[in-house]
């Protein structure tokens, strides 16, 4: 039977996988602000595997860190829509709001794996996952 940790670490990985592909958006600040993303959350599922909670501690605040960025980016979608003046400003907002959401779940995900909740870390992987999945549906043009 697969252990809780391997477990934990496979959904860590499958929130952090993304199919690649090629499109204006390559070489922006906000897709290289993804690409970390990405890569710390691989990171990420390694530590919890090894049980390298300091690790892992500071790994989601770099996770933070890159999202908070990310936060001041403006996704290509909106460029591709010419949006501008009060609509790009709305949908700025509704973005930021998204980020927002994924921050507070990952200041969630620090606090259950410090207190080795790996049931409450599940739960908020999963909203994690979640809300990658609404962030990418919204926001994200095929790129
Ligand atoms: C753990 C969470 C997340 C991960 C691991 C992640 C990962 C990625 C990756 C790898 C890409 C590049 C996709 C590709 O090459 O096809 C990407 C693009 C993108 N992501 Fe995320 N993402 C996450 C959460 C979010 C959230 C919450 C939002 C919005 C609120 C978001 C908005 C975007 C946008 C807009 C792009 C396209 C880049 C651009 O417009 O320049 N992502 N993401």
Known sequence: MLSKKALLGGLIMSVGAVSFSYADCDGTALHDNMGSLKTEMKSLAFDVKKENFASADQR????????????????????????????????????????????????????????????????????????????????????
Request: charged share 35%; proline share 1%; aromatic share 6%.
């Open 60 to 143: 989601i605040d770099t996770i933070i860190a890159v999202l908070k960025e990310a936060r001041e980016e403006t996704p290509y979608l909106f460029v591709e829509k010419g949006l501008s003046g009060d609509k790009l400003a709305a949908r700025k907002a509704d973005y930021q709001s998204v980020i927002d959401e994924t921050i507070t779940a990952f200041m969630a995900l620090d606090g259950a794996l410090e207190a080795k909740d790996s049931s409450k870390a599940k739960t908020m992987l999963g909203e994690i996952g979640k809300l990658r999945k609404k962030g990418h549906r919204a926001f994200k043009t095929d790129c």
